[in-house]
Nanobody
Framework: QVQLVESGGGLVQAGGSLRLSCAASGSILSINAMGWYRQVPGKQRELVAVIRRGGTTTYADSVKGRFTISRDNAENTVYLQMNSLKPEDTAVYYC?????????????WGQGTQVTVSS
């Protein structure tokens, strides 16, 4: 079992910055990758950024150059630094941890944190 606790959402004006944090606990060694997804009402949850065990990262095209995912292994925490925020970044952001194998993957999710960007 993996538990994820997010923090750092809020309201910010366009062009501003926010940093999201996700603290993992439980079966930490089973985690293969951690990332952030976001969802707006009526749409599917979409990948924002992921950082893998080896340190490689992937970003959605819409956030490249503006968002940075990083991790603190000592604190078992993943961060999402969001700069130059746009109104279209408004969503509920969810932390994700992937465990298991390619044949039997499993996702853990945080409770979600609201990010609202005003124009």
């Amino acid at each position: 079992q993996v538990q994820l606790v997010e923090s750092g959402g809020g309201l910010v004006q366009a062009g501003g910055s926010l940093r999201l944090s996700c603290a993992a606990s439980g079966s930490i060694l089973s985690i293969n990758a951690m990332g952030w997804y976001r969802q707006v009402p009526g749409k599917q949850r979409e990948l924002v950024a992921v950082i893998r065990r080896g340190g490689t990262t992937t970003y959605a095209d819409s956030v490249k150059g503006r968002f940075t995912i990083s991790r603190d292994n000592a604190e078992n925490t993943v961060y999402l630094q969001m700069n130059s925020l746009k109104p279209e970044d408004t969503a509920v952001y969810y932390c994700n941890a992937k465990v298991g194998t390619s044949y039997l993957p499993y996702d853990y999710w945080g409770q979600g944190t609201q990010v609202t960007v005003s124009s």
